[in-house]
């Protein structure tokens, strides 16, 4: 008699639940094939050959065989209570954030008092700069250029008007995005953050995201804490 490891089918999926439901299936095939083990086992003793019994090495093989299915699924339930509790610590991990000044890599940010403030960078001294804000529907509401102010680190602040001068309303969410070229004309990288106080933290399919001037970021995109 051949034990064999039991078999699911299910549909693809990812992530903790999927993993999980995977695990408790599993499980309970396992236990469903371990009382039809024993129930061959015992009927295979009471009938088996006096003058040629029953190979206890074979029946060893069995037992061992079982067991080690077994370990392999309480294994894997192990480890994904290790993920499960993993992705709580980064929860609680961030929320020490809330009250506090962060800086995140974002290119997103929302009009507060009439105005929104992005941090950027370049990565060389840049000869020209040139700054676009897109509402969340990816309408151009204003673009023109910055006072280039050597490389590196510095900031811009929006004043919340589209191009024809007209106040927009506080609450709306809006992006950033910075071209800068040197000197002959050649495209230098810029990278943008937004800095301000973290107001929330939340799981979002499976990711820590902080809330940043009312824009959710991930936790694993923020640089700083003040």
């Known amino acids: ?11 693809p999926a990812t992530g903790t639940a999927a993993s999980s439901s995977a695990a408790n299936n599993g499980l309970a095939q396992l236990a469903d094939n371990y009382q039809t083990f024993l129930s061959l086992l015992t009927t295979q003793l009471k009938n088996q050959d006096p003058l040629s019994p029953l190979d206890t090495n074979q029946f060893t093989q069995q037992l061992t065989q079982m067991t080690g299915v077994e370990q392999q699924l309480l294994s894997n339930q192990l480890l994904q209570q290790l993920v499960s509790q993993s992705q709580g610590g980064g ?42 804000v897109t509402d969340s529907s990816g309408n151009v509401i204003w673009t023109g250029g910055l006072t280039p102010n050597g490389a590196g680190p510095q900031a811009f602040t929006w004043n919340g008007q589209n191009q024809a001068g007209v106040q927009q309303s506080n609450g709306g969410a809006y992006t950033l995005a910075i071209g800068a070229t040197d000197a002959t004309g050649a495209t230098i990288p810029v ?9 929330a933290v939340q799981q979002v399919n499976g990711t820590t995201m902080v809330t940043v001037n009312g824009v959710q970021v991930p936790l694993s995109s923020v640089t700083s804490v003040n």
């Open 191 to 199: 990278s943008t953050n937004i800095t301000g106080t973290a107001s």
């Open 1 to 11: 008699m051949t034990v064999t490891a039991p078999t699911t089918t299910t549909p």
């Open 91 to 132: 929860l609680t991990g961030a929320v020490g954030l809330i009250g506090k000044t962060v800086n995140a890599t974002d290119t997103s940010a929302t009009l507060q008092n009439g105005s929104a403030t992005w941090q950027f960078s370049t990565a060389s001294q840049p000869a020209s700069i040139n700054a676009t």
